[in-house]
């Protein structure tokens, strides 16, 4: 056992002798290949991390959500469905909700108008996100102009602005009373935008919304989870989108990775005819090889992997922020923390590690089993 300890210490130190004789060389194909692991687990990284803070802000969401359709489209539906709806075994709670979009021909973006659950914001004033209040350079105290359902103008004065931290979903929000909502959009009192629904047991969901579209045959049932699968949907294609993009220069590293494996210089196959003639085995000269692809992968995967990390957690991957966030007039400023998942790391080291040690073993044989004298020869 000693023994054997003892000859893969030597195979060690030689594979480390002969990387830095081609150190140069070495270098260069480690520095596209961190380049190439950096960008791939950068688009990982915060893909993963984008679905993990859109599941976090849905946890608050209501459970069910219940919609009025005509003719395929969303329309506002009548609070007396809410009675139908508490009929029904199973149903905790419902509740009518009020928000919709108002477009500002000021700045040319779209508002999110909501009517909060609890009466926090009194009629005439709103509370309003960071991002519009840096759009329209306006402060707590402000009055800005809203155009209402009839052409008049009616005035609302800033009480709060919601801090930076809540940008992804407070963006473009802005709530205010229920009277003022009404007003601006002309809202009958016996409407609401659509129900929110709470269940006793979250195991029946399918059940009661099964039960609700029979009652209510022109309603449509959106369960919390089905807008968590969306919203990974989204995330995943336009990951799919960058490593699409991406996939060009990955088949370039591949196949230069490939040529440096496979196309052995005169000068490496003399050194393993020397290495034969000496009394190296065909399967030490294997192991000193698998040895330099690992070293080499492994130089390029741990910087490649944490560059990627701090593009995440210190710039929220600014590199890829406008594909993977999405981009409008009132973008929303801010910081997306970094969640590492155990098998996306073994999936890309797996991706970016194994082939290239793989690659390296076949040529290393073929060369290791000619006869030493022809190939010094």
């Known amino acids: 056992m000693g023994a054997r300890i003892e000859r893969q210490k030597n195979i060690l130190d030689y594979t480390l002798a002969a990387l830095l004789r081609r150190k140069r060389k070495n270098a260069v194909l480690v520095l596209v290949y961190t380049l190439i692991v950096f960008l791939l687990a950068s688009v990982v990284f915060f893909s993963r991390s984008l679905q993990r803070e859109a599941a976090d802000l849905l946890q608050g969401a209501p459970e069910m959500i219940v919609q009025r359709q005509v003719a395929g489209r969303h329309e506002l539906i009548p609070l007396a469905y809410l009675e139908k709806i508490k009929k029904i075994r199973g149903v905790q709670a419902a509740r ?25 914001v009194a009629p005439g004033t709103m509370a309003v996100g960071e991002g519009l209040a840096r759009l329209r350079l306006s402060a707590v105290g402000d009055d800005i102009e809203f155009r209402t359902h009839d052409g008049s103008l009616k005035e609302l ?13 407070s963006s473009d929000l802005v709530l205010v009373a229920e009277e003022d909502f009404r007003g601006l959009f002309g809202m009958p009192r016996e409407l609401v935008t659509d129900l929110a629904v709470q269940v006793r047991n979250p195991k029946e969901l399918p059940t009661i919304a099964y039960k609700i579209a ?30 699409a993009i991406l996939s060009g220069s990955v088949l370039a590293f591949i196949l230069l990775a490939w040529d440096k494996a496979s196309g052995m210089s005169m000068e490496e196959r003399r050194e393993i005819g020397v290495l034969k003639a000496i009394g ?15 070293a080499i992968s492994l130089t390029a995967f741990l910087p490649g992997v944490l560059l ?68 010094m020869r």
């Open 157 to 169: 004065k800033i009480a709060r602005i919601f801090p930076a931290e809540l940008g992804l979903v």
């Open 96 to 120: 009518g909700r009020l928000w919709g979009y108002y477009y500002d021909p000021v700045v040319g973006a779209n508002y999110t108008l909501l009517v909060p659950e609890s009466r926090e």
């Open 214 to 243: 029979e009652a209510l045959p022109d309603t449509r049932q959106i369960l919390r989870e089905e807008i968590l699968r969306t919203y990974d949907a989204v995330f995943n294609w336009r990951g799919g989108i960058l490593i």
């Open 280 to 294: 190296w085995e065909t399967a030490d000269v294997i192991q000193m090889k698998c040895w330099e692809g690992l």
């Open 308 to 375: 990627a990390y701090a593009h995440v957690a210190l710039t929220s991957a600014g590199l890829f922020e406008p594909v993977l966030k999405g981009w409008a007039v009132l973008y929303p400023h801010f910081s997306i923390k970094p969640y590492l998942d155990v098998s996306q790391v073994a999936a890309l080291f797996f991706l970016a590690v194994v082939p290239y040690t793989v690659a390296t073993i076949i040529p290393s044989w073929r060369a290791a089993i000619v006869d030493p004298d022809a190939v």
